[in-house]
């Protein structure tokens, strides 16, 4: 990253897959911000000690007799500057060693002079609860909260078990570097990327950032994902009334429950 005067520190975006990715909603956020901002690498945490390839494993594509292609899991950092500065991490939620994953997120914050960081999750909920649920979110800046609710965030309530989004939270506090996690809801009967909960998330990050993204092609997107939930409903009435309870026409919604 070059040294030239800033105006401001850096905010970073976290979007992890794993266990809090339901509906690919964080991977596909960032992946759309990378590409929409046309943000470029700047680093990366060498991760080997972080995973167990018996539970995820490196992916191969091979073609004729031939290797064409060897993925590991990776947590690559990229970097956006325009009117504010953005840097985003896409990664995979680390299986193991969390104190030193989040050690080697931190020596990039402090780095780089991050700020304030924003985390991004799915969880899968069960529709027939309520409405369309909003983004709901936590922080570690009593601050923060007038902020959140100003961009629609509503405020998480819960306990039991986490992700590493939470140590970061915690942790965060010792540098003080304000942290926010947002997370969105999609359905326990949707057994696919749901790029409707990913443009909530990007709504919602462009309004806490003040970020001009174009979102043309996400909305798109969705719509394409909608008919296609549609005409898979008109099969299945559980369905259809599933479909109508998570993306309703109205625009109401009421808070469902954590089910992940």
């Known amino acids: 990253m070059s040294r030239e005067k800033e105006c401001k520190p850096p905010s970073m975006i976290i979007g992890l897959d794993g266990w809090g990715n339901a509906g690919e909603a964080s991977t596909i956020t960032v992946s759309y911000l990378i590409d929409k901002l046309k943000a470029r690498m700047v680093g990366e945490i060498e991760s080997d000690e972080f995973y167990n390839y018996q539970i995820s494993r490196p992916f191969v594509s091979i073609e004729g007799g031939l290797i064409k292609r060897y993925d590991k899991l990776r947590n690559v950092l990229y970097e956006w500057r325009g009117d504010r500065i953005v840097i985003i991490l896409k990664g995979v939620e680390p299986h193991l060693n969390w104190s030193r994953y989040v050690d080697r ?22 529709p027939s609860y309520g409405k369309a649920s909003v983004v709901s979110g936590l922080t570690n800046n009593p601050e923060k909260l ?8 509503e405020p998480a309530s819960y306990e039991g078990a986490t992700s590493v989004y939470s140590e970061i939270l915690w942790r965060s506090k010792k540098y003080d570097i304000d942290t926010v996690s947002l997370w969105v809801a999609t359905s326990v009967y949707i057994d696919k990327r749901d ?14 950032l003040s970020l001009k993204v174009d979102l043309s092609e996400m909305v798109h997107t969705v719509r394409r994902f909608k008919a296609e939930l549609v005409k898979e409903a008109e099969e299945d009435p559980k369905l259809r009334e599933l479909t109508e309870s998570l993306y309703p026409n109205d625009g109401s919604w ?3 429950p954590y089910t992940v």
């Open 105 to 126: 997120l931190f020596e990039y914050c402090l780095k780089y002079r991050v700020k304030e960081i924003y985390t991004l999750g799915g969880y899968l909920v069960d």
């Open 146 to 153: 007038k902020v959140l609710k100003e961009c629609g965030v």
């Open 195 to 208: 790029p409707a909960a990913a443009l909530r998330l990007l709504k919602t990050l462009t309004c806490l």
């Open 254 to 256: 009421s808070m469902p």
